[in-house]
């Protein structure tokens, strides 16, 4: 597990945004929207449907952060990582409330997703 620059931690936690969550399972990649939570060098998610089916066959995950302003990039941090499926209920009860609450949600919304933790291996980040 690699530490993400100061820098970077610090856009990841600015604000709620969307996230982009790059799977691939048998050379066939796929990327999907995602809400995110960012401590200490580990992503949470909570998903469903086929990220999550990718990520039981194949970890290595990807996601990618940007904020743009009327078309034009901001910033940009893309992490490189392995996912765990986590299969505690009481901890993905927790994960989904913290979540659900950065992005205004009611807590006990998408309650069929289950916690992703994604430890990061390697960060890229840049300002514009």
Do not use: F
Not at 92 to 102: F, G, L, S
Not at 107 to 127: C, H, K, M, Q
């Amino acid at each position: 597990m690699a530490e993400v620059p100061a820098e970077a931690e610090r856009l990841l936690e600015s604000e709620p945004m969307m996230a982009h969550l790059g799977t691939c399972v048998e050379g066939r990649p796929h990327v999907a929207p995602v809400w995110y939570r960012y401590e200490d060098d580990t992503v949470e998610i909570v998903t469903t449907g086929r990220k999550l089916a990718n990520v039981r066959e194949n970890p290595r995950v990807a996601l990618s952060v940007q904020a743009d302003e009327a078309g034009e990039t901001k910033w940009m941090v893309s992490l490189l990582g392995t996912a765990t499926i986590v299969d505690d209920e009481t901890e993905t009860e927790r994960a989904r409330e913290r979540i659900n609450e950065k992005y205004g949600a009611e807590p006990d919304a998408y309650a069929e997703n289950e916690l992703v933790r994604i430890d990061v291996g390697s960060t890229t980040y840049r300002t514009y």
